[in-house]
């Protein structure tokens, strides 16, 4: 019985001990060990800590280019501004649009759908899709490789640049914007402007009623974008269908709460 007794004993200061260890730790636990917001738990590698530069130095990742990026590409791409969610840096410059994930594991060259493929007309259709050619290389997750294409004629670019010359692909051009939703926006040498989806590698070609436009910005929730047409200033779906006029001779911007401000430029005649 002596013995029963210090067997009940240990066994209740056992279980106080578990209880004890338990209320000291966090509601939720790690399974396995992996904090599950983390992007090593989504599928992606640890990142590099905050301000540390994406590591292309040592070798080229596979990814989505025929041939690989200069040295300046690498070193621009390595500490270029994160994407939205954190996950891609994006760079474009003489050699081209690139795509690095942060983690250096994946390499992207941009490249376009030709001058032939159909764009949506500004109405509410969605945006053409489509990468031609081949390139033998991993691509993305659940991708694979698909890159380079022959351009037909070529048009007037936007903003002054010049547009592509006959039998040129088109490439491009301006300032790179991401969106919130960690997309790229852009405009090409045929004037015409593009979304990229580092995750799917996919590039959507945008209404054509957004060719020659200047200024697109995204608004905070990225549902909608605002841009110019010489003096003329748009709203529309974030693919630039549906597109309203909200002013001419006018200024706009989001402000915080995702609202349009529209001011009139000084001496301007306000729009009937």
């Not at 399974?31 to 599928?43: E, M, V, W, Y």
């Not at 080229?60 to 994407?83: E, F, N, Q, R």
Request: net charge negative; aromatic share 6%; hydrophobic share 35%.
């Amino acid at each position: 019985m002596p013995g029963l007794a210090r067997y009940a004993a240990l066994t209740l200061a056992l279980l106080l001990l578990s209880g004890c260890a338990r209320s000291n730790t966090a509601e939720t636990e790690i399974p396995n060990g992996i904090d599950p917001g983390s992007p090593f738990a989504a599928g992606y590698p640890a990142l590099p800590a905050p301000g540390q530069p994406t590591p292309l130095g040592d070798r080229l990742p596979s990814g989505l280019y025929a041939s690989p990026p200069s040295a300046d590409t690498l070193a621009a791409l390595a500490t270029a501004a994160p994407s939205p969610d954190g996950l891609f840096r994006a760079v474009l410059n003489a050699d081209g649009l690139w795509v690095t994930r942060i983690d250096g594991a994946w390499l992207w060259h941009v490249t376009l759908p030709p001058l032939t493929a159909p764009q949506p007309d500004g109405q509410g259709l969605s945006g053409a899709q489509g990468q031609g050619g081949t390139q033998g290389q991993t691509g993305a997750p659940g991708q694979t490789g698909a890159q380079g294409q022959t351009g037909a004629q070529g048009q007037t670019g936007s903003q002054g640049q010049p547009g592509a010359a006959d039998g040129e692909a088109p490439v491009p051009t301006g300032a790179l914007q991401w969106t919130p939703q960690s997309t790229l926006l852009f405009a090409d040498t045929a004037g015409r402007w593009l979304e990229a989806d580092p995750l799917t590698a996919r590039v959507v070609l945008l209404s054509a009623f957004l060719n020659g436009a200047s200024g697109v910005t995204p608004s905070p929730d990225g549902g909608r974008i605002l841009f110019y047409k010489g003096s003329q200033l748009y709203t529309a779906l974030r693919d630039g269908t549906q597109p309203q006029l909200v002013g001419e001779n006018a200024t706009g911007y989001w402000d915080s709460a995702g609202q349009l401000v529209v001011e009139q430029k000084p001496g301007a005649q306000p729009q009937q």
